[in-house]
């Protein structure tokens, strides 16, 4: 039995990019306290903003050395793909359900149109859109199908 049949409200209303480390669901973890999936929800967290330090600081040498625009293009797409992919993870953590795995994907596909217009917003100088646009097409399949198989995995 789940014990969580809805994302919360908050969740599903939040999915905001930033460049930054900042969350892009705002408020803090979005399910009740003393829940399993608040647990979950916050061991995933702290998981993504380990990876988040690890990526910039990897990022940081890379920027270092950037010589032109092109090469400074790839890394923004870069840097919002990874972005998109490690707070993707960490909403894996509490799909445990096929109504749970549709809100998902729903939220991956907010989560990447909003990436979209904040690149155009941030970056109105920086050609990257289509680019970003295809990538985060693949990456939202990608997300979708593993907690596809995750569920299949768990029924067996």
């Known amino acids: 039995m789940h014990s969580l049949t809805s994302f919360p409200a908050r969740l599903k209303d939040s999915a905001r990019p930033r460049w930054s480390h900042r969350d892009p669901v705002e408020g803090g973890n ?21 990876s988040l330090r690890r990526h910039d600081d990897h990022l940081n040498i890379r920027l270092a050395n ?6 400074y293009q790839s890394e923004l ?3 919002a793909t990874t972005r998109f992919d490690i707070w993707a993870e960490r909403g894996l ?50 997300w979708a199908t593993v907690a596809q198989s995750r569920l299949s995995y768990s029924a067996s």
Do not use: G, M
Request: aromatic share 8%; charged share 25%.
């Open 66 to 71: 950037a010589e032109d625009l092109k090469e």
């Open 93 to 142: 953590a509490v799909v445990d359900s096929q109504l749970l795995r549709n809100e998902y994907v729903t939220w991956l596909h907010t989560y990447a149109a909003n990436w979209l217009a904040y690149v155009d917003d941030t970056c109105p100088h920086v050609s990257i859109n289509e680019e970003l646009k295809t990538r985060l097409s693949i990456r939202t399949a990608h």
């Open 30 to 50: 979005p399910f009740e306290r003393h829940s399993q999936s608040h647990a979950k929800w916050s061991r995933a967290t702290d998981s993504a903003r380990n």
């Open 77 to 79: 797409v870069s840097l």
